[in-house]
């Protein structure tokens, strides 16, 4: 299985105006008024201005530690808690991975804030949530199809400052992904720089299993996803 890296344009990645909506709180059916007529105004800029990338790196040198809940990627120690662990330690490989919707967007979320239109910059925020979402998606898929092709199964994916997973683990996984191809930095508190992006793990293995809905592992309050994927 090889390290692969992506480049997608958005029409790629099926966001529709309904899915924002969603998200927002409408509910199917309701009148959304002029919000609708916003929401596919800014999907077509994003379609113009976001440089979609996405990149996965597969790590065989891999080691659990059951008693500090911990996973070791060749000599770096990833102190991933309880809940991550449980979803890992069957796994025989492991992919470190990355996906941004790149700078523009969030510029465009800054300027809408600045400007006072408070709407529009909500609405690009929740957009390029959704473009980093849909493009971990679809890199997920292809790690999934290259595992079956080798008789592996792999688990959802997981990032840190979720599931008690400390965000700072995100300095440990740049030092293992090099991240030229996706252009993200990270700042010292760990924060990711394009802000729309993504990093995370996802297991490789004979044993271990993708579970189709895992908000409830989470203790993670005021998590806008949990919400509207749970109802």
Known sequence: ????????????????????????????????????????????????I??????YAIFQDVRFEDRGKMIFIGNID???????????????????????????ISRRI???MNEGDL???????????????????????????EALNEGNKITNRYSP????????????????????YCGVRLTESALMNPVKSASGIIGIGKNVKFNPYTCE??????CTYKKFRSG
Not at 50 to 55: L, T, Y
Not at 87 to 96: D, F, M, R
Not at 130 to 143: F, H, K, P, R, T
Not at 168 to 179: E, S, T
């Open 1 to 48: 299985m090889k390290d692969k890296k992506f480049q997608f344009n958005v029409s790629d990645l099926k966001l529709s105006v309904s899915q924002v909506e969603r998200i927002i709180g409408y509910k199917e059916g309701e009148d959304s008024g002029l919000v609708t007529g916003l929401i596919g105004e800014v999907i077509e800029e994003a379609s113009q």
């Open 119 to 145: 709407l529009k910059g909500y609405v690009y925020d929740i957009v390029g949530s959704e473009i980093v979402e849909a493009a971990a998606d679809l890199m997920q898929s292809n790690l999934e199809g």
């Open 50 to 55: 976001c440089s979609v990338k996405a990149e």
């Open 78 to 104: 990833f102190d991933i808690k309880g809940i991550v662990y449980q979803q890992l330690k069957k796994s025989e490989s492991v992919a470190l991975f990355l996906c941004t919707a790149g700078p523009e």
């Open 110 to 112: 800054s300027n809408s």
């Open 161 to 180: 400052g979720y599931c008690g997973w400390d965000v700072v683990g995100q300095h440990k996984m740049f030092r293992l992904l090099n991240g030229e």
């Open 217 to 222: 592992m989470c203790n993670m309050k005021g």
